[in-house]
């Protein structure tokens, strides 16, 4: 999905570098923040992690592999701002050495493929993970949507700036549906990868998982034969403790934006292709073989605004129907959950970790 | 780090271009590839001339035409989309080998094949012409941020070590009998990636201590000073102030 030279007109991808830089000037005060001076050592083994990760093969079926694209498992794994700064950094480096993306692209890349990647997944994640119980289960399902959802996302959002500064004018409906329908299948593997991927980390060491720092249940001390808590530490700086409920708040608006402004335009398509086949259909028919040369002759689509909206307001709904009812559904096991995953996690911290030379 | 300190596309070599200093090398790609974008694309002529300029830079670094044209394989994605629109765009029909296909499309597929190719090929030259710390230096002078940078350094240098690693345990489940043939093996791998996030981490964590043991405090020094002269500078310019005529004529004509 490297954007090369030449695909996006150069006002646009002048615009899309701006706002890159800025977010990467945003991110950098945020890993700073996060991660204070071990910031270039960790985001830098992370962005060499990521780029490793990318070449990790996946085989689907004979023949054929995908491999992951990394934003959403960066963003759970090291968080939003150190995310996003690995990906530009990726990107970057891509340009640069590997010649894999262009570089008047590059502002684009990072846009489409660190930032909002990073952002819609993170947001999704954090909604999430704040509306359903405090389990272990609750990050797998998360993190399974947040990955799933970021990578169409990404690729609505460069379909947002394929429209405004494309060099070809291809109906912009029909690069969304392609993009995004390729990319639904793409993030459905990305979904599944991601998801084993931090479950495998949680099940180590769920210290390191960024999104799941909430998830680590306070220290019990059993004295005379009974648990009390243990003194209070003071939490070693968790910057999203801060503003935990804009997060979610934001994460949850901006599932809901997503999938109505998705569906408002993902579904413009199927409904077009009705609308097509029901205008032209029967009447005109005969005369459109007649005239036409070749079956892509005659093949725009037009208007459907009224179908469109109704997808949105279906996509919206359909995110609050989905919260609402998973919510009902974990809250109704909670109580159940919580004492295996007490025992549990108490298990992986007993864990062992091993100690390897620089 | 026991691999060499070099990437994949670097050549070695003493060519007038690999002197020059990484800054000015950055500056005239970028420049070039930002006048190519912006030439318009009926001007076919404007994009031969272009390919002669990069033929000439690449003759004066003395890089081999099939190590160029070697490299240019990636762009393949991104080719086969190009060959897509004389097919989707609509508008005027017209017919080219017997199959009817659209102007616009057909302009469309020449814009990015033409303008893709140039960048790639300009990038291409640019890597193999500079090497890794030059490169992250010359990205430096160009004031980014230095956070950036020791960043991009840092994935750089251990990003040789993490592959390895990744490779070690490949290996290490390739010798226990595993083989990824399919989804079903999803699991296994996401377990490596597991690892592999975890022994990064680690690492990245280790590192860090051994720089604070060794005086770190937030920057790095800066050992090599080399400001770039003034004719190096313009020996650089040369590129893109030539690719500008050019687009410029291509705006006029």
């Not at chain 1, 034969?225 to 910057?239: E, I, Q, R, T």
């Not at chain 2, 590839?33 to 002669?52: C, G, L």
């Not at chain 2, 989309?81 to 765009?89: Q, S």
Request: proline content about 5%; hydrophobic content about 55%.
């Amino acid at each position: 999905m490297h954007v090369p030279d030449g695909f996006i007109d150069a006002p646009v991808s002048a615009a899309a570098g701006l706002a890159a830089a800025g977010a990467v000037a945003a991110s950098l005060r945020g890993a700073r923040r996060e991660l204070d001076d071990r910031t270039a050592p960790l985001a830098g083994l992370v962005a060499a992690f990521i780029f490793a990760v990318q070449m990790l093969n996946f085989p689907v079926a004979a023949g054929t592999s995908g491999h992951l694209l990394g934003g959403a498992l960066a963003a759970i794994l090291v968080g939003p701002w150190t995310g996003v700064l690995c990906i530009a950094v990726v990107l970057l480096m891509q340009g640069v050495l590997f010649a894999d993306g262009g570089l008047t692209a590059l502002g684009v890349n990072i846009t489409v493929m660190g930032v909002v990647t990073v952002l819609v997944a993170y947001g999704l994640f954090r909604g999430l993970v704040k509306v359903l119980p405090r389990s272990r289960r609750s990050v797998t399902v998360a993190s399974f949507v947040a990955s799933l959802v970021s990578v169409p996302a990404a690729a609505a959002a460069f379909t947002a700036l394929y429209a405004i500064g494309g060099t070809t004018d291809v109906p912009v409906t029909k690069v969304l549906t392609a993009m995004v329908g390729v990319h639904v299948l793409i993030g459905l593997g990305e979904a599944v990868i991601t998801t084993a991927t931090v479950g495998a980390v949680v099940a180590v060491r769920p210290d390191l998982v960024y999104g799941a720092r909430g998830l680590s249940a306070p220290l019990k001390l059993r004295v005379g034969g009974k648990l009390v808590d243990a003194v209070p530490v003071p939490a070693p700086a968790v910057p999203a403790a801060r503003s935990t409920r804009t997060v979610w708040i934001a994460g949850l608006a901006t599932a809901l934006v997503l999938a109505g402004f998705v569906s408002f335009y993902a579904s413009a398509s199927p409904d077009g292709l009705e609308k097509v086949a029901a205008d032209q259909g029967i009447d005109r028919r005969a005369q459109e073989h007649a005239a036409a040369d070749s079956p892509f002759a005659d093949y725009g689509v037009s208007g459907l605004t009224d179908a469109r909206l109704s997808g949105g307001l279906a996509g919206t709904l359909g995110v609050g129907a989905t919260v609402v009812a998973g919510t009902a559904v974990f809250w109704a096991v909670r109580r159940r959950r919580e004492d295996a995953r007490t025992r549990q996690d108490a298990a992986t911290r007993a864990d062992g970790r091993t100690q390897e030379n620089v | 780090m026991g691999a060499g300190h070099a990437h994949r596309l670097y050549r070695h070599g003493h060519s007038p271009v690999h002197r020059m200093p990484p800054h000015c090398k950055l500056a005239a790609v970028l420049g070039f590839v930002v006048v190519v974008v912006s030439t318009p694309r009926e001007a076919v002529w404007a994009f031969a001339a272009y390919a002669v300029l990069l033929g000439a830079v690449a003759t004066a670094a003395r890089v081999p035409p099939g190590f160029l044209l070697r490299r240019l394989v990636i762009e393949v994605p991104f080719v086969a989309f190009a060959f897509l629109m004389p097919f989707v765009v609509p508008g005027e029909q017209t017919r080219l080998l017997g199959v009817s296909v659209s102007v616009p499309g057909l302009w469309g597929a020449w814009n990015v094949l033409a303008k893709g190719t140039l960048g790639v090929a300009a990038s291409v030259l640019l890597a193999a012409t500079t090497d890794l710390r030059a490169l992250l230096l010359g990205l430096q002078r160009l004031r980014l941020p230095p956070l950036l940078v020791q960043i991009a350094s840092f994935m750089i240098r251990y990003g040789d070590v993490i592959t390895d690693e990744m490779r070690r345990m490949s290996i290490a489940r390739r010798s226990r009998g595993f083989e990824a043939r399919g989804v079903r093996h999803w699991g296994v791998l996401a377990k490596t990636a597991g690892a592999l996030f975890i022994r990064s981490y680690e690492r990245g964590e280790r590192v860090h201590l051994a720089m604070v043991s060794r005086g770190y405090a937030g920057s790095m020094p800066l050992i090599e000073e080399a400001p770039a002269s003034r004719a190096q500078w313009s020996s650089a310019a040369a590129l893109p102030l030539t690719a500008l005529a050019i687009c410029l004529l291509g705006w006029t004509l």
